[in-house]
């Protein structure tokens, strides 16, 4: 049985959907590049009721509406915002982001850090210009090419949910499954290039000096592809206080854990 239920939020720009159960503490989840937030199920069920889950769609993704306006920093920000005013009204959260997610959640911590309790970064890149940027998403002249590729990529989105149908994953919940391609192509690439390859994410970064810098989590895998071990060194060197921990299970230890290696540390927390 899943924990999360969703509602949605209503914005200026459509409706933003968020996933929430449990009562307690606000634990908002950000949820990575191509997912949703029924990602963190696994989360709220084995948080109970200690805590309260709060974890959207991000604009773009998942079950949120995706309209075409700009996928930049302050489109994802502002409905953090939203959503984090919603659970706790003027009250204070505590921020949990896994991969692109995580940069998300350290942003936010830089813009409301009078907001944030603390804060964990589970697999999370540290954003560099160009990092890791596929050919496929660089500009070119090819508009021939590039329609092929677009009527490819829906067709290939509409099929999806029949697609995966018979897929059975040890790691993957059925709902993440469904919600993986649950996004536009401007949605995904206009926020992988807003977050993780411009330059200026970085410079915002520096706002976290402003906050306490504790209790923080820096969650890393010593096996993770997706994610270089040295990219925890760098958000250490942001947040010096914070807690850092290795754990076997690639990009996906939260899932591949059951979540496990991020409970113990929510539990800790004196909220």
């Not at 590049?33 to 773009?60: C, E, H, I, K, W």
């Not at 709902?175 to 401007?186: E, F």
């Amino acid at each position: 049985m899943r924990a999360l239920r969703g509602h949605s939020l209503q914005r200026p720009w459509g409706r933003l959907r968020v996933w929430t159960a449990g009562t307690g503490p606000v634990v908002v989840a950000v949820h990575g590049l191509g997912g949703s937030g029924r990602y963190f199920d696994g989360l709220a069920s084995g948080a109970r009721d200690r805590f309260t889950v709060v974890a959207p769609d991000l604009g773009g993704f998942g079950h949120s509406d995706k309209p075409p306006l700009d996928y930049g920093r302050p489109f994802h920000l502002e409905n953090l915002d939203a959503a984090v005013e919603e659970a706790a009204p003027g009250g204070r959260v505590v921020l949990v982001g896994h991969s692109l997610g995580g940069v998300l959640a350290a942003l936010w911590t830089a813009r409301r850090p009078e907001r944030v309790t603390a804060l964990a970064l589970v697999a999370t890149p540290f954003p560099a210009r160009d990092r890791g940027m596929p050919p496929s998403s660089r500009r070119t002249h090819d508009a021939d090419r590039r329609r092929r590729r677009r009527l490819a990529y829906r067709t290939v989105q509409a099929a999806w949910p029949a697609i995966t149908l018979p897929v059975r994953s040890r790691t993957f919940p059925r709902a993440v499954i469904a919600d993986y391609l649950r996004h536009t192509l401007p949605s995904y690439w206009g926020t992988a290039r807003a977050v993780l390859w411009d330059p200026a994410t970085e410079a915002e970064l520096a706002g976290l000096a402003a906050w306490p810098g504790a209790p923080a989590l820096i969650l890393t895998a010593p096996d993770d592809r997706s994610v270089a071990a040295a990219d925890g060194d760098r958000w250490a060197a942001l947040l010096p206080r914070a807690e850092r921990r290795s754990v076997a299970g690639g990009h996906q230890l939260l899932l591949r854990t059951r979540f496990a290696a991020l409970l113990p540390w929510l539990d800790r927390l004196a909220l």
